[in-house]
Nanobody
């Protein structure tokens, strides 16, 4: 199972950014997918998740600002980040729950400047 994330970068507060993560080596259509983020010295935290049914869940800190979606044809999960804040600065990780295990992609840095 491999996850390839892309789309990180630098953005000003109030702006938007879209992350993508493509899954290979597993049946994407039945795999729950999530985005996590981590800042130095803190635990990795769940940002958003999406079930195989398409039902999303969000951390309170990003509700109404971030949108998670999935494209089963492209085997890709997206995280649309809008109205970003400096506290959204972190390394963002894509996660797939498959075969009773968690798989992680390489992180992608998101930096929000005020």
């Amino acid at each position: 199972v491999q996850l390839q994330a892309s789309g990180g970068g630098s953005v000003q507060a109030g702006g938007s950014l879209k992350l993508s993560c493509k899954l290979s080596g597993a049946n994407f259509a039945i795999t729950p997918m999530s985005w996590y983020r981590q800042v130095p010295g803190k635990q990795r935290e769940m940002v958003a998740s999406i079930a195989s049914s398409g039902s999303p869940d969000y951390a309170d800190s990003v509700k109404d600002r971030f949108t998670i979606s999935r494209d089963n044809i492209r085997r890709t999960v997206f995280l649309q980040m809008s109205n970003v804040k400096p506290e959204d600065t972190a390394v963002y990780y894509c996660n797939a729950a498959s075969r009773g295990r968690d798989f992680w992609g390489r992180g992608t840095q998101v930096t929000v400047s005020s």
